[in-house]
């Protein structure tokens, strides 16, 4: 089996797979079937949701800026 190749997500595209997710867990699915219809890993999930959880976009575009800021 070939290994999966590996997938960068954008702050945009994670608040929006959060907010997906969110929204079918609170249809009753349980986090593992989430993370399967997400193609995301349930400690990508965890990651996420203690990273970006509660943001908007702009919100998280802003504190990536910052990031890349401070690496320098």
Request: net charge positive.
């Amino acid at each position: 089996m070939a290994a999966k190749k590996r997938r960068r997500h954008t702050p945009d595209q994670i608040i929006r797979k959060l907010a997906e997710g969110n929204k079918l867990l609170g249809a009753g699915q349980e986090l593992s079937e989430v993370c399967r219809h997400l193609e995301i890993t349930e400690s990508t999930w965890h990651r996420w949701v203690a990273q970006y959880g509660g943001m908007k976009a702009s919100d998280a575009k802003r504190l990536k800026e910052l990031e890349a800021e401070n690496a320098r």
